[in-house]
């Protein structure tokens, strides 16, 4: 039996995690330089992180408390938005923790120097051991140690900003707004990454007592408390201070101090600066080290991060790789860049969150009850979504491209290591399955319901016999009597260039005659107006297309023809056709059945296309025959994936006016799997998936299984005029 992280974080912790968490470099470090973007207006940069990013913290409350388990943002958004963007908030998070930890510790060492003559790094790297062996002695000690520093570091915070609000001078935020708006959301940007701890104690949920209570109470207390505590503080330091001393010092509240509280409040803010900086470091190895071992549970990362110490109860392998993680960091990397890198980066990560709650409210996920719900939903979530992008199009190129480059990783650690290690899918992916699924419900609703009649061309040639000239024919009379329309059969005779059109169109050849022998009484045959005639042109397909242009052609029926050797170079005149009519075209492999009782309809890797569902109700209902809707399904796929595609087949059948049995096959193979059901119907209809270049080089599934069923096959090419590709790669992503 796994062993369980033990759950003894109480409220105080919980808040003196998350403070400390926040209180870091984001107010030691940041003001100077985020004064240099903003000037006074910092101090609203300030106020404005903080309200943006209140709606992740709710949205974190009410995830932590209906999964309260160690991992915290990865947990929420792999279960969300699924396994790749799981990972990549995962990783992306951890890394970023490391850094912010790093620089916290990095950024410490210059409020000492001002007392001692110390070497930096080797400072650094002594505090991040001892940080490391705490965290690896539990929990429980870690908490004690936050409540202590938190305390102590309060207290000279608040002794700042009571000593220091009286000392300010009005004339100090003159020109308040004199870097305009762009100016402000800059400097909101940078100071975003002072904010990032606040959510972060939802990384150890499943070590809090009563998280029910504790994790809404300890992530928004936190959140105002350190939001007023910054404001604050900025308020003395811009007030106190002159600007050009404050945005060039590597100890801006040091300065700050010195001009209101002297001496002892030098000292104050120097132990607050350092506890600060240490607590930070502190609570990111808390949490930080929770990603790889909650991804390792998930199969998303080695099996090895799991380990939990018999006596310790802490995910020792997950603690001492982050540990080994931040020393390379504070020996060799530039901390302060890759820490501003790190921040565009945690304000996707707060986005993604954000679009969590929304998957998982909208996607009806088994299990999701939490006891907070946020409120405003969804409103709440699209402030935040869009606020925290709209923050990250004033940050800069270079963070976007460090943001980048972590996500790239991310998705290939995913793509070479854990995509064949797990077999889930996010709320997310069911909401959009679901919303395509409605799409297409209604566009073949709308399909249905058009009123003007359908026009149905059926193109043919001199080659083509009386047979199948009755069976095209046929099939489209059932198409158009069905919806009160009308059938034109139009013979395409080509002739060679030098031959004049005119001269050849007076002429009648022997084909044409025939043509009308036989075509006058197939139109007394079928109970719907049928037009015939005959078009000479020096080139076929190109007639073919303009025509149905030119009649406005509901659909196209063509015979469908064997590819020639040339096909994988030059393609063919169907071909060319298909992808530039106007209209939907399908092509009929005849194969003589005399009475239709069923008709088989298969999927093209997605959504049934509305056309499929309507060509086969409307054959269906003028021979009284049944159809059958085929759906191939991965042995691997979800409940909830099978659920939705059931409900998904309800609608349609619910549209059509005959009989319907729908089949949701499980199967790796679904090409066997169609060949072998649609042998004993009497027709199917099946779409013409593949690219041309891999179509013609290897072969369409769609043409192999035409190739290897017995019955009649209707290959429906709808006009994707009306379907863009990235459409289509999003239906046939999701379903």
Same mark, same amino acid.
């Given at each position: 039996?796994?062993?369980?992280?033990?759950?003894?974080?109480?409220?105080?912790?919980?808040?003196?995690?998350?403070?400390?968490?926040?209180? $870091?470099?984001?107010?030691?470090?940041?003001?100077?330089?985020?004064?240099?973007?903003?000037?006074?207006?910092?101090?609203?940069?300030? /106020?404005?992180?903080? !309200?943006?990013?209140?709606?992740? %913290?709710?949205?974190?409350?009410?995830?932590?408390?209906?999964?309260?388990?160690?991992?915290?943002?990865?947990?929420?958004?792999?279960?969300?938005?699924?396994?790749?963007?799981?990972?990549?908030?995962?990783?992306?998070?951890?890394?970023?923790?490391?850094?912010?930890?790093?620089? %916290?510790?990095?950024?410490?060492?210059?409020?000492?120097?001002?007392?001692?003559?110390?070497?930096?790094?080797?400072? +650094?790297?002594?505090?991040?051991?001892?940080?490391?062996?705490?965290?690896?002695?539990?929990?429980?000690?870690?908490?004690?140690?936050?409540? %202590?520093?938190?305390?102590?570091?309060?207290?000279?915070?608040?002794?700042?900003?009571?000593?220091?609000?009286?000392?300010?001078?009005?004339?100090?935020?003159?020109?308040?707004?004199?870097?305009?708006?762009?100016?402000?959301?800059? %400097?909101?940007?940078?100071?975003?990454?002072?904010?990032?701890?606040?959510?972060?104690?939802?990384?150890?949920?499943?070590?809090?007592?009563?998280?029910?209570?504790?994790?809404?109470?300890?992530?928004?207390?936190?959140?105002?408390?350190?939001?007023?505590?910054?404001?604050?503080?900025? !308020?003395?330091?811009?007030?106190?201070?002159?600007?050009?001393?404050?945005?060039?010092?590597?100890?801006?509240?040091?300065?700050?101090?010195?001009?209101?509280?002297?001496?002892?409040?030098?000292?104050?803010?120097?132990?607050?600066?350092?506890?600060?900086?240490?607590?930070?470091?502190?609570?990111?190895?808390?949490?930080?080290?929770?990603?790889?071992?909650?991804?390792?549970?998930?199969?998303?990362?080695?099996?090895?991060?799991?380990?939990?110490?018999?006596?310790?109860?802490?995910?020792?392998? +997950?603690?001492?790789?982050?540990?080994?993680?931040?020393?390379?960091?504070?020996?060799?990397?530039?901390?302060?860049?890759?820490?501003?890198?790190?921040?565009?980066?945690?304000?996707?990560?707060?986005?993604?969150?954000? @679009?969590?709650?929304?998957?998982?409210?909208?996607?009806?996920?088994?299990?999701?009850?939490?006891?907070?719900?946020?409120?405003?939903?969804?409103?709440?979530?699209?402030?935040?979504?869009?606020?925290?992008?709209?923050?990250?199009?004033?940050?800069?190129?270079?963070?976007?491209?460090?943001?980048?480059?972590?996500?790239?990783?991310?998705?290939?650690?995913?793509?070479?290591?854990?995509?064949?290690?797990?077999?889930?899918?996010?709320?997310?992916?069911?909401?959009?399955?679901?919303?395509? $699924?409605?799409?297409?419900?209604?566009?073949?609703?709308?399909?249905?319901?058009?009123?003007?009649?359908?026009?149905?061309?059926? +193109?043919?040639?001199?080659?083509?016999?009386?047979?199948?000239?009755?069976?095209?024919?046929?099939?489209?009379?059932?198409?158009?009597?069905?919806?009160?329309?009308?059938?034109?059969?139009?013979?395409?005779?080509? !002739?060679?260039?030098?031959?004049?059109?005119?001269?050849?169109?007076?002429?009648?050849?022997?084909?044409?005659?025939?043509?009308?022998?036989?075509?006058?009484?197939?139109?007394?045959?079928?109970?719907?107006?049928?037009?015939?005639?005959?078009?000479?042109?020096?080139?076929?397909?190109?007639?073919?297309?303009?025509?149905?242009?030119?009649?406005?052609?509901?659909?196209?029926?063509?015979?469908?023809?064997?590819?020639?050797?040339?096909?994988?170079?030059?393609?063919?005149?169907?071909?060319?056709?298909?992808?530039?009519?106007?209209?939907?075209?399908?092509?009929?492999?005849?194969?003589?059945?005399?009475?239709?009782?069923? !008709?088989?309809?298969?999927?093209?890797?997605?959504?049934?296309?509305?056309?499929?569902?309507?060509? +086969?109700?409307?054959?269906?209902?003028?021979?009284?025959?049944?159809?059958?809707?085929?759906?191939?399904?991965?042995?691997?796929?979800?409940?909830?994936?099978?659920?939705?595609?059931?409900?998904?087949?309800?609608?349609?059948?619910?549209?059509?006016?005959?009989?319907?049995?729908?089949?949701?096959?499980?199967?790796?193979?679904?090409?066997?799997?169609?060949?072998?059901?649609?042998?004993?119907?009497?027709?199917?209809?099946?779409?013409?998936?593949?690219?041309?270049?891999? @179509?013609?080089?290897?072969?369409?599934?769609?043409?192999?299984?035409?190739?290897?069923?017995?019955?009649?096959?209707?290959?429906?090419?709808?006009?994707?005029?009306?379907?863009?590709?990235?459409?289509?790669?999003?239906?046939? /992503?999701?379903?």
């Amino acid at each position: 039996m796994p062993k369980e992280l033990e759950r003894d974080l109480g409220l105080f912790a919980v808040v003196a995690i998350s403070i400390g968490a926040m209180i $870091g470099s984001g107010i030691f470090i940041l003001p100077g330089l985020a004064l240099k973007t903003a000037g006074p207006a910092v101090i609203l940069a300030y /106020l404005l992180a903080g !309200v943006l990013v209140l709606p992740a %913290a709710l949205s974190k409350s009410e995830m932590a408390t209906a999964m309260p388990e160690a991992g915290g943002t990865y947990i929420y958004i792999e279960r969300g938005m699924g396994p790749l963007l799981g990972t990549i908030a995962g990783v992306g998070t951890w890394f970023s923790l490391s850094f912010k930890g790093a620089l %916290a510790l990095v950024g410490g060492v210059p409020y000492l120097l001002y007392l001692f003559d110390l070497p930096v790094k080797p400072i +650094a790297l002594a505090l991040a051991a001892v940080l490391v062996v705490v965290n690896l002695v539990g929990a429980k000690q870690t908490g004690r140690l936050q409540i %202590a520093i938190v305390a102590v570091m309060l207290a000279a915070m608040v002794w700042f900003v009571v000593g220091g609000l009286s000392s300010t001078s009005g004339a100090s935020y003159d020109g308040f707004f004199e870097k305009g708006s762009g100016g402000l959301l800059a %400097a909101t940007g940078l100071v975003f990454v002072s904010y990032a701890g606040v959510t972060k104690i939802a990384s150890v949920a499943e070590e809090i007592e009563n998280p029910d209570r504790n994790i809404p109470l300890g992530i928004l207390g936190s959140l105002a408390f350190t939001t007023l505590l910054y404001v604050l503080i900025v !308020v003395v330091m811009v007030g106190v201070t002159p600007p050009d001393l404050l945005s060039d010092s590597a100890v801006p509240m040091i300065h700050a101090a010195e001009a209101t509280l002297a001496w002892p409040g030098v000292i104050a803010v120097i132990v607050a600066a350092v506890l600060a900086l240490v607590s930070t470091a502190n609570a990111g190895i808390l949490s930080s080290s929770r990603y790889p071992f909650a991804m390792a549970r998930d199969n998303l990362a080695p099996p090895s991060l799991t380990a939990i110490h018999e006596k310790w109860g802490t995910p020792v392998q +997950a603690i001492t790789l982050t540990g080994a993680v931040m020393f390379l960091l504070i020996a060799f990397v530039p901390i302060l860049q890759i820490a501003k890198l790190a921040s565009a980066f945690q304000i996707i990560v707060f986005a993604l969150v954000n @679009g969590a709650v929304i998957a998982f409210r909208e996607g009806n996920a088994d299990g999701y009850d939490p006891s907070f719900r946020s409120p405003l939903y969804p409103w709440t979530q699209i402030v935040g979504i869009f606020g925290g992008f709209l923050l990250i199009g004033y940050m800069g190129l270079i963070p976007l491209v460090g943001a980048a480059v972590i996500i790239a990783g991310s998705a290939l650690w995913y793509a070479y290591y854990a995509r064949s290690r797990v077999q889930r899918e996010g709320a997310a992916t069911d909401v959009f399955r679901r919303t395509v $699924g409605r799409k297409a419900v209604e566009q073949t609703r709308s399909t249905f319901e058009m009123g003007d009649g359908y026009e149905v061309l059926v +193109a043919i040639t001199e080659e083509t016999s009386e047979q199948r000239e009755r069976s095209l024919l046929r099939i489209a009379a059932d198409i158009a009597r069905d919806n009160d329309g009308c059938v034109s059969v139009i013979q395409f005779d080509e !002739v060679p260039d030098q031959v004049s059109l005119q001269q050849a169109s007076e002429t009648q050849s022997p084909a044409d005659i025939e043509f009308e022998a036989r075509t006058e009484p197939l139109t007394e045959e079928f109970d719907v107006p049928v037009n015939y005639g005959e078009i000479v042109s020096h080139d076929t397909k190109r007639a073919i297309v303009n025509f149905a242009e030119h009649e406005d052609a509901d659909f196209l029926l063509l015979e469908r023809s064997g590819d020639p050797l040339y096909a994988p170079i030059f393609g063919t005149p169907i071909e060319w056709v298909t992808r530039n009519s106007p209209c939907d075209v399908l092509l009929i492999e005849d194969r003589h059945v005399d009475r239709i009782d069923s !008709v088989t309809v298969v999927t093209d890797r997605g959504p049934f296309d509305p056309q499929k569902i309507t060509v +086969a109700n409307a054959l269906a209902s003028e021979a009284g025959a049944t159809i059958e809707l085929l759906y191939p399904l991965a042995t691997s796929a979800t409940g909830t994936q099978r659920n939705t595609l059931d409900e998904y087949l309800a609608e349609l059948e619910s549209l059509c006016s005959v009989p319907v049995d729908r089949s949701i096959i499980e199967t790796d193979d679904p090409d066997r799997e169609f060949v072998s059901k649609a042998d004993s119907d009497d027709v199917l209809i099946i779409g013409t998936d593949g690219g041309r270049v891999w @179509g013609n080089l290897f072969g369409r599934p769609a043409d192999k299984i035409v190739d290897s069923v017995d019955c009649t096959a209707i290959q429906v090419n709808p006009n994707r005029r009306t379907s863009g590709p990235l459409r289509r790669f999003v239906e046939r /992503l999701v379903f």
